[in-house]
């Protein structure tokens, strides 16, 4: 069994900053890709950033330039740094984690919530 555990949500004001963490446990052999998605209220879950083993990044537009994501292969840990929040970047935040242990399986983190006020 393989869980992810995420946290750093919370409420902000815009133009704050905010660091979510999301670290891995259980039967774990590798870590392919990580990264945060995000659902808002009414919207679908849209990818925000990922990052693979060898620390390649990929960015959604709407974030490029003010989200940082960031691992530590050692804890089986992905970040993600948060600046200039804006009050659209309110959302449930998803870690997720391809990993595999025999076979490579995707892993989603429970959500955690943040939200910016204007």
């Known amino acids: 069994q393989v869980q992810l555990v995420e946290s750093g949500g919370g409420l902000v004001q815009a133009g704050g900053s905010l660091r979510l963490s999301c670290a891995a446990s259980g039967s774990i052999f590798s870590i392919n890709a990580m990264g945060w998605y995000r659902q808002a209220p009414g919207k679908q879950r849209e990818l925000v950033t990922t990052i693979s083993g060898g620390g390649m990044t990929v960015y959604a537009d709407s974030v490029k330039g003010r989200y940082t994501i960031s691992r530590d292969n050692a804890k089986n840990t992905v970040y993600l740094q948060m600046n200039s929040l804006k009050p659209e970047d309110t959302a449930v935040y998803y870690c997720?984690?391809?990993?595999?242990?025999?076979?490579?399986?995707?892993?989603w983190g429970q959500g955690t919530q943040v939200t910016v006020s204007s």
């Open positions: 997720h984690a391809s990993i595999r242990y025999g076979i490579t399986r995707d892993y």
